[in-house]
């Protein structure tokens, strides 16, 4: 015989599994009239509330869920007490429409939305594109797939060997940004402004990850936002400032297929659940008498 305790677990599994799929069903609008006589239930329900039937799939489902958590099979009273809790939750999905939770409770409304959402988008959640989808879609989606390219780069580097930051070297490296904005010749600002370099950059495009080799992690993020030609602001890192030239911008043309399939398939299904989400929104637009006032207030 199961102990008060695991009675009161029991009824405690009960409510929480039963409310969870209350929301649910009054979400997703899977909660059906039935149909036949005034009196009689079709063959899917087990209660009608209200007009509103119980069905058998959903009280299965709870069965399954509360027999789970038991080492025992179920007897007649615990059956009985799943179907009341059933009924008892509709009761309260009722109330709750009629004091408009559904409407006016924040949480509620996020749970309904998200339940209708989930809905839509769940049929792409595992599904399996075919090869040749996949396939097409990563040829017109290389870009995206891609990797950061390679930087030919180059620069002037202005040292502070103090820790403080030495405004003369930040002039001297403001003025060879200037110059160099202005057409001078690379070769001559840097010698007339620069410090030598600790590792100088080799004259051929790199990897933004090699980059960080020569150039340290910050000077290495101002160089990736640069386009070809452009010469940044000097770049304070630990050991001095630098002014940066970006000559050369290699893209990446992304890896083989083969490599990234996965990942391919993971994005084919998130832009088509997206597609899906926005063609429903726009039907159920299309079918509503949205009406907007013509000038959105002010902040």
Known sequence: MESAPSNSRAATVLLAVGAAIGVALAALGLVRSGRGDANGLPSSALARVNGEIIRVDDYRRVLSGLAQDKRNALDDAERQHVLDRLID?????????????????????????????????AEFADAQPSDREVETFYEQNRAFFAGPGRVRVRQIFCRVHVNPDAPEKLDRA?????????????????????DPEMAPLPDAPLPLAKLVDYLGPTASRVAA???????????????????????ERVPDSG????????QVEAEFRRRASEQALRAYLDELRSRADVRVVPVLPQQ
């Open 89 to 121: 939750e509709e009761l309260l999905v009722q109330r709750g429409l009629e004091l408009g939770f559904a409407r006016h409770d924040a949480k509620v409304r996020k749970d309904l939305t998200g339940a209708v959402i989930d809905s839509v988008i």
């Open 174 to 194: 403001q003025h060879a940004a200037q110059r160099l904005r202005q057409g001078e010749d690379f070769d001559a600002v840097r010698a007339a402004l620069g």
């Open 225 to 247: 936002t640069l386009d070809a030609g452009q010469v940044s602001d000097p770049v304070r890192s630990s050991t001095g400032y630098h002014v940066l030239q970006v000559l």
């Open 255 to 262: 890896p083989p297929l083969s490599e990234i399939k996965p």
